[in-house]
Every structure is written in structure tokens, then in C-alpha cells.
């Protein structure tokens, strides 16, 4: 079984007790961390993985839980939820917009909030133990502590209080580059099904105009020529644009990165 780790805890030592927790909790499973730096890039990765698993049967497990600034708000950081796409378990943080895009796709039929302390005391002393419990309370790494092994018992059926959550509480996902990759293509939130069949579409970057041909195949974007293409990421057939440079780096040509404004006029 695979279990694919989204995760703002992504230097290596974090990555390494991620990984090695979770693997030890869902044996022969094969376990992978990747690190994001924000809740938009989150939520996009997020989709992807639910994309890649198509249904099968697999784990996400995704946090995103600053305890600055508006965090404040939570005793000890956002809450963890957890739904099912077919026999995908996805359990995660739930504050901001990390389940923006999934909801935007209907990706979610319920979303279920477990707060740390009431599950807890619903896990049996044999499961674990007094101390242990007491320390994942308080603890300052809830994503190494608390979510391998919410996943584990969600796994075993175990049976854990719960609340549904509204969905619309979940915000709606703003126009923006969510993801530059490797090559420098910048990745949008926009669906490319906007594009229509036009041809040469007006994108704003950051209140800067431009004018650039569309194309639905990377193949036919002209050696240098800036264009707005259908990219690979999405899900359920829908594709996100990007913008893409043939053979050079798009976001360093247009200095533009993940989290700027983007629409198309």
C-alpha cells in the first residue's frame, strides 16, 4: 500500500520521523514525504495525490499547521479531519485552503473532524499507553505524533468520536500560481476549461498584462515562446493552465512565483 505524506514539517530529520513512524504503524507499505511551504501549494499537491490514486486503496496524510498569526485562534494549531474518496483515506489539517481545490472538485462527500484529546480517551490503554497519550496532547510535531496513528486506527475501525464538518466553511480556492515546477513552469488554480477554444488569451500576472497564444499540447509551444498550456495536474479530467516557456524557465524570464495573482481576461 502506498501512503503519500503533504507536509510543511520538510527538512530532513522531519521527513525521516514521518516516514519511519507511519511505515512502522501499516506494515510493507511503501512511504513518501514531500514538503510544501504553504496551504495553496498543499492543496494542490493534495489533488494530485487523489488524482494518482484514482480510488485505490491508500493513504494521504497532509498537514499544514502554522501556529503563528491567525493559528492562535486553535488551542495547539488547526484541527485534523479525515474523508474517503472511494477506498482512499485522506486525513488532514482542515483550516484555510488546503481542501480548496478537493472541494472545487467534489472530491469530498463528508469531511470529519476528530479533536486530539476526545479520541484519546476513546483509545484503549492496551493501544496506548497513559504517558504517551499525555505527551501527544501537547505536543508540538502533531503530524509525527497524532496523524500516522489517526490514520492507523481510522484503518482498523476503530471506533473514534467525530463531528462532521460543514463544507462550507471550507474556502473557496482564489486565482493564483499554486506551484512552479522544476522546469519553471508556474502551475494556476485555474481549470482549463476557461481557456475555452480560444487562441491568444490576455493573462494578468500580478496586475501585469500580457498576451499569450493557448495551447492544449506542450508540443506545439514554439521553441522560446512563452504560452498558456493545459498542463498535467488536476483531477477527474479537469486540467489546471500553466504558463510555460519551450525550453526555458518561465517564472525566472517573468520573475513570478507560487502565491501571485493570476487571471485570464
Known amino acids: 500500500m502506498q501512503i503519500t505524506i503533504i507536509n510543511d514539517c520538510q ?18 507499505a511503501s ?22 490514486f484514482e480510488g485505490r486503496e491508500g493513504i494521504v496524510l497532509a498537514n499544514v499547521a502554522p501556529r503563528n498569526g491567525s493559528a492562535h485562534k486553535w488551542k495547539n494549531g488547526t ?6 474518496y472511494k477506498k482512499t483515506l485522506v486525513v488532514t489539517t ?5 481542501l480548496s481545490l478537493a472541494k472545487k472538485y467534489g472530491v469530498i462527500d463528508k469531511l470529519y473532524v476528530l479533536e486530539i484529546k476526545e479520541v484519546l480517551e476513546a483509545i484503549k490503554r492496551s ?8 505527551r501527544i496532547i501537547s505536543s508540538q510535531f502533531r503530524s509525527y505524533d497524532f496523524l500516522p496513528r489517526a490514520a492507523y486506527w481510522i484503518k482498523k475501525k476503530i471506533k473514534l468520536p467525530k463531528t462532521e464538518f460543514d463544507l462550507n466553511l471550507i474556502p473557496e480556492i482564489p486565482k493564483k500560481i499554486w506551484f512552479t515546477d522544476n ?14 477554444d480560444r487562441k491568444r488569451i490576455t493573462v494578468r500576472i500580478n496586475g501585469n498584462a500580457v498576451e499569450l497564444n493557448y495551447y492544449k499540447c506542450l508540443r506545439d509551444l514554439k521553441d522560446g515562446e512563452t504560452g498558456l498550456v493545459q498542463g498535467s495536474s488536476g483531477v477527474f479530467g479537469h486540467r489546471f493552465l500553466e504558463i510555460m516557456t519551450q525550453g526555458k524557465n518561465t517564472s525566472h524570464l517573468l520573475n513570478i512565483k507560487a502565491g501571485d495573482d493570476v487571471e485570464i481576461l
Open 183 to 196: 522546469f519553471g513552469n508556474a502551475k494556476t488554480t485555474i481549470d482549463s476549461a476557461s481557456a475555452d
Open 79 to 84: 484541527p485534523f479531519g479525515y474523508f474517503w
Open 31 to 52: 512511504v513518501n514525504c514531500f514538503g510544501v511551504s504553504s496551504e495553496l501549494e498543499a492543496a494542490g499537491f493534495l489533488l494530485d495525490a487523489i488524482d494518482a
Open 127 to 134: 493501544e496506548l499507553s497513559d504517558e504517551v497519550k499525555g
Open 94 to 98: 482542515i483550516d484555510g485552503m488546503i
Open 11 to 28: 527538512d530532513q530529520n522531519a521527513k525521516l520521523r514521518q516516514v519511519t513512524r507511519a511505515g512502522s504503524y501499516f506494515k510493507n
